[in-house]
């Protein structure tokens, strides 16, 4: 991750002459040019020369960071990155915690961490499993701090329509089968996708997560006839259902649609599907499957 943002301001640098910004410092493809010939210590002294010059040239002070990092020179890795603090970048915040807790200065580390998350830094995920941070891990300090990023990972609500999730066999009001569904967690578990194939040859997929900023759940239906139905909602618990609205313009033609998926029992899922022309003042039933989880 570091290095694909240090590449990325470097390329800023580079591209300076065709917006008509200054010419860069023709030395700056040199130390590139050590770089990708593996020889870290010269390019290292080489942008150190270049900073020199131009100590405001952000893109140079941080890549000097990243670079005495990787080298394991953490003192001047600190040096560098609080060079560029203020203003209050949490990236940057993120990796001078880094190399405040490899250097063993565990409560700096943590005052930096939490800088950096009150800040925005939300890669919860990266917190819990950087090698660098390995040292404050397993403080309490930590765990309060993990507790206060704004993840995903740290939503009840995104959690709540998990009881789906399974190997699933599908059938009719009338016994018969109509279907089966894989329900899958994805993309570190924060959606959820739905593989249907249905009894009449009817394949589709949708996608299913919790909208941080919306509060809501969203579903985006698709299938193999370029069908495709989008649905917002939430979770119900006086009826322990997740319930989605087709949302559709109040002046459309097509009838609204309303999609509930019962938490029956561990084993089990109800999904009903209701059908409105008024716009919700009248339902009628379109259909009603029982999940039942393949042993």
């Keep these: 991750m570091k290095q694909l943002i240090v590449q990325f301001l470097i390329c800023i640098i580079t591209i300076g002459i065709a ?47 990243s670079m005495a990092h990787a080298a394991k020179n953490y003192k001047k890795a600190i040096k560098y990155y609080e060079q560029l603090t203020p203003p209050s970048n949490p990236t940057i915040l993120y990796n001078l915690a880094c190399s405040y807790a490899m250097q063993g200065k565990e409560r700096k580390a943590l005052e930096v961490l939490e800088s950096a998350v009150e800040n925005g830094f939300a890669q919860l995920r990266l917190m819990k499993t950087d090698p660098d941070l390995a040292g404050i891990r397993d403080s309490e300090a930590f765990k309060v701090i993990a507790r206060s990023v704004k993840s995903i990972e740290n939503e009840p609500e995104a959690k709540k329509f998990d009881f789906w999730v399974g190997e699933w066999n599908v059938f009719g009001q009338a016994g018969a089968k109509v279907g089966e569904s894989s329900i899958q967690k994805i993309l570190n578990g924060n959606v959820i996708l739905e593989n249907w194939n249905g009894a009449g040859g009817i394949a589709g997929k949708s996608f299913n997560h919790y909208h941080m900023d919306s509060g809501r759940w969203i579903q985006y239906w698709v299938d193999q006839n370029s069908g495709r139905i989008y649905f917002e909602g939430n979770f119900d618990p006086e009826l322990n259902a997740m319930v989605y609205f087709e949302q559709v313009d109040k002046n459309s033609k097509e009838p609204l649609r309303r999609l509930t998926f019962f938490n029956i029992s561990p084993d089990s899922v109800r999904q009903f599907s209701q059908l409105s022309s008024d716009y919700g003042k009248n339902w009628n039933v379109e259909y009603d499957f029982m999940y039942v989880r393949k042993p």
């Design 19 to 65: 917006t008509g910004q200054p010419s860069p410092d023709p030395r700056i493809e040199q130390a590139q040019q050590l770089e990708a010939e593996k020889k870290s210590e010269e390019a290292f002294k080489l942008y150190e020369k270049i900073h020199k010059s131009d100590p405001q040239n952000n893109a140079i002070t941080y890549k000097l960071g």
